[in-house]
């Protein structure tokens, strides 16, 4: 299993325990540094950019 299907599954996972405990919304955040890859990754499971943040000299 490649890891993006790892990830999927667990996303998955999360997001229906969530559902199943009455969560309406989710928020997520990533501090990778492909950060086109993770909006790809969110994006393909539905979610819509929110915000974007940048910092410099971190």
């Known amino acids: 299993m ?9 996303l998955d996972a999360v997001l229906a325990a969530g559902q199943a405990a009455g969560c309406r919304h989710t928020i997520v955040a990533s501090a990778r540094l492909d950060i086109a890859g993770a ?10 950019p929110w915000s974007v943040q940048m910092c410099r000299g971190a």
């Open 2 to 10: 490649g890891a993006g299907r790892i990830g999927g599954s667990l």
């Open 39 to 48: 909006m790809r990754f969110y994006a393909s499971r539905g979610f819509q």
